[in-house]
């Protein structure tokens, strides 16, 4: 059995959540990320996420924060 491929533009919470723990190497939770929109995180008009302009929207709050 095949596993269906991942759309990175239109990921759900959840495997956006795990495809961003394996890449990073630290935990991301559903609702960090569930914090991150509620915060002003992009999603799609479907509630996915994008994870290129979700990396985007990281890297503008952390330059913010400096």
Known sequence: M???ALILSAMAVADAARVLTRAGGAPVTEDMLRADIGAGA???ADGTINIVHYA???VQEMA???
């Open 2 to 4: 095949t596993r269906p």
């Open 42 to 44: 992009p999603t799609n």
């Open 56 to 58: 985007a929207w990281l």
């Open 64 to 66: 913010r924060g400096q």
